[in-house]
């Protein structure tokens, strides 16, 4: 699900950046937002961090005192994207595995759904295993799959989630 969300966030200029004439400085501070936003990447709490849309207030500089920089509290507008529970999304399919399928949907690259989760799938091996049902729907590698989200989880080290999905429920499956 996408959100819109405003945000505080600190942004450090260097010395050697700031200019007498305000618009040079609001360009620095505006990279530099940029630059900072697109390195966090995501949170627990908000997803992952899609682009900024606004900036909303720049504050007064306060000026750190052994390096000369200037901190500037800036709040800004931003877009998100984030799984919920329950949410029905489309993936792609990137790697087939005896046990599963692995997915991708939008930034999230750890989606897993198990055959125990695929009513009336079976896996067929070979060159290019495939999970086959008896409509000879087929779930391949590439393949787009209509799912529901039944768990995430956070993995803080990589700043990024992982989810755990079904096939269990009306219009599911291959698009």
């Known amino acids: 699900m996408y959100l819109k ?19 040079m400085l609001q360009r620095s501070i505006i990279i530099r937002l940029l630059d900072e936003f697109s390195a966090k990447k995501s949170t627990k709490d908000l997803g992952y961090f899609l682009a900024v849309t606004t900036l909303d207030s720049i504050g ?30 489309e993936g792609s399919v990137h790697k087939i595995l005896k046990h599963g399928v692995f997915l991708r949907c939008g930034p999230v690259e ?8 695929m009513p009336d799938y079976r896996y067929v091996p070979g060159e290019n295993p495939v999970f086959l049902n008896d409509k000879m729907s087929k779930i391949e590698k590439d393949a787009v799959v209509r799912f529901i989200v039944i768990g995430t989880k956070w993995i803080e080290a990589e700043r990024e989630f992982q989810a755990v999905v079904t096939l269990e429920g009306d219009f599911l499956g291959p698009v």
Request: hydrophobic residues 45%; aromatic residues 10%; charged residues 25%.
């Open 110 to 117: 750890n989606i897993y759904l198990s055959d125990k989760k």
């Open 5 to 23: 969300v405003q945000l505080p966030w600190n942004v450090i200029i260097p010395a050697e950046n700031l200019d007498a004439k305000g618009l």
């Open 60 to 89: 007064e500089g306060k000026v750190r005192q052994h390096s000369g920089d200037v901190l500037f509290p800036v709040v800004f507008s931003c877009i998100t994207w984030k799984l919920f529970r329950g949410e029905v999304l």
